[in-house]
C-alpha cells in the first residue's frame, strides 16, 4: 500500500494563478482532510469530506475548493493564488470516525 | 467548535530528563484525542489515542498521556527522553473533525 500519496512535493505560484493539489489514498478511507501547516499555529482544517460525495468546511476554508467524487481521492483547488497562501499543505485519511489519521508527505507551497 | 491550547511552545531538555507536555481542550462532549510527533522535514505520524477506557493509554516509543475529563486535559509524558525524540509534538481533539493545537517543539540534548 502506497498511503497518502501528495502531489506535487513543492510548487511556486505567482499570485493570481490556480491549482490542484492531488491527494490520493489506496486504503479505502472514508474520511480525508486537508490541512495547512504554518510556523506556530499548528495544522489548520481547510475542508474535510466523510465519504465521496460528501464534502465540509474547516477553519480556513476561504480561496479553497475540494470535491471528492470517489473513495481514493480529494484534490484541493486554490482559485486565485494569494501570497497568504504559502504553506505547507498536508492531506489525511482515516477509516472512520474513531481512528487516527494517515497523512501524506506534503506539499510546499510558496506564493509570490 | 472545539479548540486545542497546548502550553508549552518549545521545551529543551537533557537526555534521560522526563517529559511533560500540556494539552488542554474546550469541547466537553465526547470527543476522542490524539498525541502525533512530526521529526523534522516529515509529516505528521501518530504517537497514541484515546477514545474510551482506561484513561492512561500508552504509544509507540515509550510514550503515554493521561485523560483528565474534569480538567479537559491529555497530557503526554515519558520517563526518560532520547536525543532521538527532538520533534514536534501535537495534541488533536476530534469531535466532528480533528483540530490540532499550535505544537511543541521538543529539543533534547545529547
Known amino acids: 500500500n502506497a498511503g497518502v500519496t501528495q502531489t506535487p512535493k513543492f510548487q511556486v505560484l505567482k499570485t493570481g494563478q490556480s491549482m490542484t493539489l492531488q491527494c490520493a489514498q489506496d486504503m479505502n478511507h472514508e474520511y480525508m482532510s486537508w490541512y495547512r501547516q504554518d510556523p506556530g499555529m499548528g495544522l489548520r482544517l481547510i475542508h474535510y469530506?466523510?465519504?465521496?460525495?460528501?464534502?465540509d468546511q474547516g477553519e480556513v476554508p476561504n480561496g479553497y475548493n475540494v470535491s471528492r467524487s470517489t473513495t481514493e481521492d480529494f484534490p484541493l483547488r486554490l482559485l486565485s493564488a494569494a501570497p497568504s497562501q504559502t504553506s505547507v499543505y498536508f492531506c489525511?485519511?482515516?477509516?472512520?470516525?474513531?481512528?487516527?489519521?494517515?497523512f501524506g508527505s506534503g506539499t510546499r507551497l510558496t506564493v509570490v | 467548535a472545539q479548540s486545542v491550547s497546548q502550553h508549552n511552545h518549545h521545551v529543551i531538555l537533557s537526555e534521560a530528563a522526563s517529559l511533560e507536555l500540556g494539552c488542554n481542550y474546550s469541547y466537553g462532549g465526547t470527543v476522542n484525542l490524539f498525541w502525533y510527533v512530526q521529526y523534522p522535514g516529515q509529516h505528521l505520524q501518530l504517537l497514541l489515542k484515546?477514545?474510551?477506557?482506561?484513561?492512561l493509554v500508552k504509544g509507540i516509543k515509550g510514550f503515554e498521556a493521561e485523560f483528565i475529563k474534569s480538567k479537559f486535559s491529555f497530557n503526554l509524558r515519558k520517563p526518560s527522553v532520547q536525543w532521538s525524540d527532538t520533534a514536534e509534538y501535537f495534541c488533536a481533539v476530534d469531535y466532528n473533525d480533528m483540530r490540532f493545537g499550535a505544537g511543541t517543539r521538543l529539543t533534547v540534548k545529547p
Open positions: 469530506s466523510v465519504g465521496a460525495g460528501i464534502t
Open positions: 489525511a485519511s482515516k477509516a472512520g470516525a474513531n481512528y487516527g489519521y494517515t
Open positions: 484515546y477514545f474510551s477506557g482506561d484513561p
